[in-house]
């Protein structure tokens, strides 16, 4: 039997969505290319099984008709969907923004989808959504994970899981190398007459938030300079205001934040309490955020490639699932300095 055969037993019934507009099918397909549907199945799921001339005709048909390949009608045979999922910490913090374009830009590029979920900083909701997710994607990336190692772990025995802004044995991680970044600000704040700086700490769950800690400290320690730990209710701009009573009362002259948005929500309050930045304190973030240059002062912050961490994830992933990765590792991404008005020489008191 030739792949172009007439298919005129091709009758089976149109499908009807739930606005009672016809769906089609492989068999209208069959009947519009005059193929059969076992022939139109492989054209479409796995294109060179059939001539050049066939698949045209197949290919044509399915425009005209306006046909679109179900993927999880696709997964039955193959067990993949194309698709993977990535969970991040909060939708509304624009430090996930670039990571989500990266991630997305690759999926394209590789001919998948990506599916979006939130944590919504909880640990037992970004679990209860992998375990969802992973029932019908293909792999999942998570951006800045809240649950433990332990179940991290458990997910990755299931399907390919990549991990952003932390490091999990045994997982493949994208983590911003944040010595560099920091190492530059504490040298700078040092160069421009602070000797006490405070470090406003993320959510008590957050492994970047331990480690971004760690860094400063180590640089004031090889600078000389006092650092200060201090703690805040919510990574947020409404977080960051609630703690510039904490930051007055330390008396450090010079602030680096776990993330930008706490540095702009400090900073508004201390304006608005009258205290002059950067004259009086020096306020530096942790991110780059799109919107840090947009404050007045304009923000000085430690930037992290986040577009590269969201690629270079997806990249992982994709790799796994197609074959080409060597298993468990971290890529490390650098960070810098950004100075802008936020920052400075501290001005003699009075």
Known sequence: MTEATNAGAATAPTKRGREGKSNPTIYDIAKVAGVN???????????????AKTQKLIEDAAAELNYQVNPFARALPTGRTSTFGLIVADITNPTFFDIIRGAE?????????????????????????ARRMMATVDGLIL???????????????????????????GVPCVVPDVDKGISEAVRSLAANGHRKLAFVAGPPQSWM?????????????????????????????????????????SGATAVLTYNDLLAI?????LQAAGVVVPDQISIVGFDDIFGA????????????????????????LLDLLQGLGEGAGTLRVETELVLRGSSGRLLPAG
Do not use: H
Request: with cysteine; proline share 6%.
């Open 265 to 269: 929500g400090l900073m508004q309050e």
């Open 293 to 316: 240059d947009f404050t007045t002062p304009p923000l000085t912050t430690v930037r992290s490639p986040l577009g590269e961490c969201g690629s270079g994830a997806a990249t992982l």
């Open 105 to 129: 830009t690759t999926a394209t590029v590789r001919d998948y989808t990506l599916v979006l979920a939130e944590s919504a900083e909880s640990a037992v909701t970004e679990l209860t959504a």
């Open 209 to 249: 938030s331990a480690r971004r800690w760690e860094g400063m400290q180590a640089a004031c320690e090889w600078s000389r300079l006092d650092a200060v730990r201090l703690e805040s209710t919510k990574p947020t701009v409404d977080g960051g205001r609630q703690v510039a009573r904490d930051v007055r009362a």
């Open 143 to 169: 951006a800045s994970p809240r649950m433990d190692d332990d179940n991290i772990r458990t997910l990755a025995r299931d399907k390919p899981v990549v991990v952003i802004n932390r490091e999990v044995d």
């Open 37 to 51: 549907p076992s022939t139109v199945s492989r054209a479409l799921s796995k294109p060179g099984r059939v001539s």
